[in-house]
C-alpha cells in the first residue's frame, strides 16, 4: 500500500510556497483586520465630530433663543405693540429646551458642565431682567422699563452669556481638531503598515486617506467662511440694534422736551391768568359802586377758576389727555384753599381715574368751580353747615361721563335754572357744557325735605376715552 506522504514534495520550492503562502494569507488577514479597525476608528471618529458639531449648534441656538426674546422685548419696549412678544413669548419657552438639551450632551464633561452652570445663572438673571421690563411695559410704566434697559444691566448679563458659550464652541473646536489629528495619526501608521504588508492595499489606503483629508479640508474651509458669515451678520445685528436705541434715545429726548416746554407754557399762561385775577381784584378794593364791586369779584373768582385749571393741567404720555381723578380733585383743594366759605361746609371730590381730552379739562375746571362757588353763596346761608361732593363716573356702559355737583343745602326751583334761564353763572355753565356736547339737569337732591332739600347739578357728555 501506497502511503500518501509520498505524494507531498519535499522540496525548499515548496516550503517557500508555503511560507508565502502563510505569509500572503498572514498580509491579508492582518490587511482586513486593519481595515476593519480603521472603519471602526472612522466610524467613532465620525461620531464625535457630529456630537461635537451638535454641541455647538445646540450651544449657538440657545444664545440666538435668547437674543431673539432680547430683540422681542426690545421691540415691545420700542414701539409698545403686544405683536412683539409674541417672538418674545416663543423665544422664552424654547430656552429651558435648548438648555437640557445642551446639558445632556455634556453630561459626561465636567469642564463643560461647569460652563453651562455658569450660563444658568446667567440665563436666569437675564430672563428675570425681561420679565421685569416687559411687565413694567404692559402695566404701563414704559418709561422705568426703559430705565431698566439703560442700566445695561441686561446687556452685560448677555455678554457674559456670549463669552461662555463662545468658551464651550472653542472647547469643543479643540477637542475636534484633537480627535482629526489623533485620526491623521492612526491612518499614517495604519497606511505605512499596509503598504508594508500589500502595497495594493496600501494605493487604496492612501487614496482613500487622501480623499478623507480633502473633504477634511473642505469642510474646515466652509467652516470657516460660515464663521466669517455669522460674524458679519452678528456685526450688522449689533450695528442695527445701536442705530435702533439711538433713534430710541432721541424720540424720547424730543418727547420730554416737547413735554416740559408744554408744561412750562400751562404754567405760564395760569401766572398770566393769575395776574389778571390779581388787577380785577385790586380794581375791586377801588370801586365804590356795589355792584360793579361784585361783578368785578365774581369776574376776578373765574378768572381764578380758569388760572386754577390751566396751572392744574399735567397730560399723560400721549399729551392729548389728563387724568380726571387728580385735576378734579386739585381742583377742588384750590377751591378749599383760596374761596372763603361761610359755615363749615365740607368739599369731596369723588371722581373715577378716566382720562379726559386736555382741551376740555379747562371748560370742565370752570364748570366745577362755578357749580361749587353758586352752591357756597346760596345753598348755605348764615353760615349754616353743609356738604357738597364733586362726582365724575362712567354711565352708559363707559359710553358717557358724568359730572355732578351735589349738595344738601337750602334747594332751588330747578324751572328757573333750566335753559340757561338763571344768573351768569347759570349760563356759563349751559354753555360750556353745551360745547363739550353735554346737558345740564337742575334737580333737588332730596325732594321729600322741606327744609334741606339740597341740590343736584349733573351734565351728561360724551366719553371720547371709548370712541
Known sequence: MLSPSRFIPKTPALNTVAVFLGLGLLLLLVTAGLATYLSLEARESARDVQHTIKVQNTARRLFNILQDAETGRSGFLLTRERKYLEPYATALAAVDEAQTELRTLTENDPVQQARL?????????????????VQLGLSGNFGGAVTVVKRDGGKQTLDSIRAEIARIIAEEERRL???QDAVDANNFWLVTTILAS??????CSVSAAYVARRQYLSAQEGQRALSEINQELERRVSERTGDLEAAKLKVETEFMRAESLLRDLHHRVGNSLQLVASFLGLQANQTDNADAEEALRRARERVHAIASAQRRLRLTEEGESVDAHAFLCQIVDDLKTNMTVRGKVEIDCNAEDVAIPSKDAVSIGVIVTELVTNSLKYAFPAGEEGRIEVR??????????????????????????QGGRGGLGTRIVERLAAALGGDVEWLETDESSPERPGTTIRIIFPNTEAI
Open 392 to 417: 365724575l363716573r362712567r354711565e352708559h356702559m363707559g359710553d358717557t361721563l358724568a359730572l355732578t355737583v351735589v349738595d344738601n343745602g337750602l334747594g332751588l326751583d330747578s324751572k328757573e335754572y
Open 117 to 133: 452652570d455658569v450660563i444658568d445663572r446667567h440665563i436666569e438673571e437675564k430672563l428675570q431682567e425681561l420679565r421685569a421690563t
Open 177 to 179: 481638531l484633537e480627535r
Open 198 to 203: 500589500l502595497l495594493l492595499a496600501a494605493i
